[in-house]
């Protein structure tokens, strides 16, 4: 039996497309083990799935002032230990990374234990953990076709990003009977990501009467973002997050409001939603959200508004446009060439396993 460690964590996008991973290599019949952070939020997504899960210490590479830069690469250094030690004790034929901080020491312990390592990039332009995990991967899939200017020509192959499978299969009337809305009503269904995204939140928020003479709203607003003083208005849900039910609240979807995440969008697109996108700013992040937003509205699946030019006005007009010019990116999403990012990378592990 082949065994297989998946490592990535920090963020739910960097374990959805893992997640999205586990069936087909189940089916396979792959042995899985998962390498993550003690305690972060891929601990908790991973246990679902009864997969052995392993944690490692890990640190954090900021680009800005903060005392934990002078703890976190003795952190850092402790997770490569445990790392390295873990792989010699599970003995793995090969990993997959998916990003983010903890899987730096996982990628740098595979390459001195001599076990091939597939990392994954699902944004534009490589991150700072990835771009450390170069050097000790075999091979870099990505997400974009800009990126493979990014990579070494030589590791670089372009596979989309996993999708999970039950995504595709929801049910509009199970959501209708989750959430309590009318089947009367146009639906707007907001993502603000994992953590959610207060900006979002307090602009649909700001116009949410005025919305709701067109739209009924399905809100993820994020952990601790419910507010208390909405929660009987009429034609409007909220949730801190959705994990069961989320198929099927993409079903019921008109249309959609989100971050631009890469993996995100890439769901998004994946079921032919027509979407607003309004990316995390430059300020806030390295700008890579900017950059995936955009490449989507060249292709015609998106339309963004970044938040630099966030008004209740903005916002208000670019749902309406977008409503009603909704069938022309549904056509566009249903024309489009998408790869089978899950049987593409499984083929990568074979060829690489075996090398």
Same mark, same amino acid.
């Given at each position: 039996?082949?065994?297989?460690?998946?490592?990535?964590?920090?963020?739910?996008?960097?374990?959805?497309?893992?997640?999205?991973?586990?069936?087909?290599?189940?089916?396979?019949?792959?042995?899985?083990?998962?390498?993550?952070?003690?305690?972060?939020?891929?601990?908790?997504?991973?246990?679902?799935?009864? /997969?052995?899960?392993?944690?490692?210490?890990?640190?954090?590479?900021?680009?800005?002032?903060?005392?934990?830069?002078?703890?976190?690469?003795?952190?850092?250094?402790?997770?490569? +230990?445990?790392?390295?030690?873990?792989?010699?004790?599970?003995?793995?034929?090969?990993?997959?990374?998916?990003?983010?901080? #903890?899987?730096?020491?996982?990628?740098?312990?595979?390459?001195?234990?001599?076990?091939?390592?597939?990392?994954?990039?699902?944004?534009?332009?490589?991150?700072?953990?990835?771009?450390?995990?170069?050097?000790?991967?075999?091979?870099?899939?990505?997400?974009?076709?800009?990126?493979?200017?990014?990579?070494?020509?030589?590791?670089? #192959?372009?596979?989309?990003?996993?999708? +999970?499978?039950?995504?595709?299969?929801?049910?509009?009337?199970?959501?209708?009977?989750?959430?309590?809305?009318?089947?009367?009503?146009?639906?707007?269904?907001?993502?603000?990501?994992?953590?959610?995204?207060?900006?979002?939140?307090?602009?649909?928020?700001? /116009?949410?009467?005025?919305?709701?003479?067109?739209?009924?709203?399905?809100?993820?607003?994020?952990?601790?973002?419910?507010?208390?003083?909405?929660?009987?208005?009429?034609?409007?849900?909220?949730?801190?997050?959705?994990?069961?039910?989320?198929?099927?609240?993409?079903?019921?979807?008109?249309?959609?409001?989100?971050?631009?995440?890469?993996?995100?969008?890439?769901?998004?697109?994946?079921?032919?939603?027509?979407?607003?996108?309004?990316?995390?700013?430059?300020?806030?992040? +390295?700008?890579?959200?900017?950059?995936?937003?955009?490449?989507?509205?060249?292709?015609?699946?998106?339309?963004?508004?970044?938040?630099?030019?966030?008004?209740?006005?903005?916002?208000?007009?670019?749902?309406?446009?977008?409503?009603?010019? +909704?069938?022309?990116?549904?056509?566009?999403?249903?024309?489009?060439?998408?790869?089978?990012? /899950?049987?593409? /990378?499984?083929?990568?592990?074979?060829?690489?396993?075996?090398?």
């Amino acid at each position: 039996m082949k065994h297989i460690v998946l490592t990535g964590g920090g963020t739910a996008g960097h374990v959805t497309p893992n997640i999205a991973m586990i069936p087909r290599l189940q089916e396979l019949g792959y042995k899985i083990t998962y390498i993550g952070s003690y305690d972060g939020i891929e601990k908790k997504l991973i246990e679902d799935f009864g /997969i052995p899960y392993y944690g490692i210490s890990s640190g954090k590479f900021r680009r800005y002032f903060d005392f934990k830069n002078f703890s976190d690469p003795f952190n850092v250094l402790k997770g490569y +230990r445990e790392a390295r030690k873990l792989l010699q004790q599970l003995h793995p034929d090969i990993v997959f990374s998916k990003g983010g901080f #903890v899987t730096v020491p996982v990628v740098i312990a595979a390459k001195h234990r001599k076990i091939p390592a597939i990392i994954h990039e699902s944004d534009m332009t490589p991150g700072l953990a990835n771009k450390l995990c170069i050097p000790s991967a075999v091979k870099v899939c990505c997400n974009f076709p800009e990126t493979i200017n990014h990579l070494p020509k030589e590791k670089a #192959v372009l596979t989309g990003t996993p999708i +999970r499978q039950e995504l595709l299969s929801g049910s509009a009337k199970a959501a209708l009977q989750f959430t309590g809305l009318s089947a009367d009503k146009p639906v707007i269904l907001i993502i603000g990501g994992s953590l959610g995204a207060t900006m979002i939140n307090e602009s649909i928020r700001g /116009i949410l009467p005025q919305l709701l003479k067109d739209f009924q709203i399905i809100h993820l607003c994020g952990n601790d973002k419910l507010d208390e003083s909405l929660m009987n208005t009429t034609g409007y849900v909220q949730y801190e997050y959705i994990k069961k039910e989320l198929a099927d609240l993409f079903a019921l979807a008109d249309i959609v409001i989100s971050r631009a995440g890469a993996n995100a969008i890439c769901e998004i697109s994946a079921l032919k939603k027509p979407n607003l996108l309004i990316p995390l700013s430059a300020k806030a992040s +390295r700008g890579d959200q900017i950059l995936n937003s955009r490449s989507f509205e060249r292709l015609g699946y998106s339309m963004v508004l970044e938040e630099a030019q966030l008004t209740d006005e903005t916002l208000s007009h670019a749902i309406q446009d977008l409503y009603q010019k +909704r069938q022309t990116y549904i056509k566009t999403m249903e024309d489009s060439q998408q790869i089978n990012s /899950i049987e593409k /990378i499984i083929q990568l592990i074979k060829e690489c396993q075996n090398q």
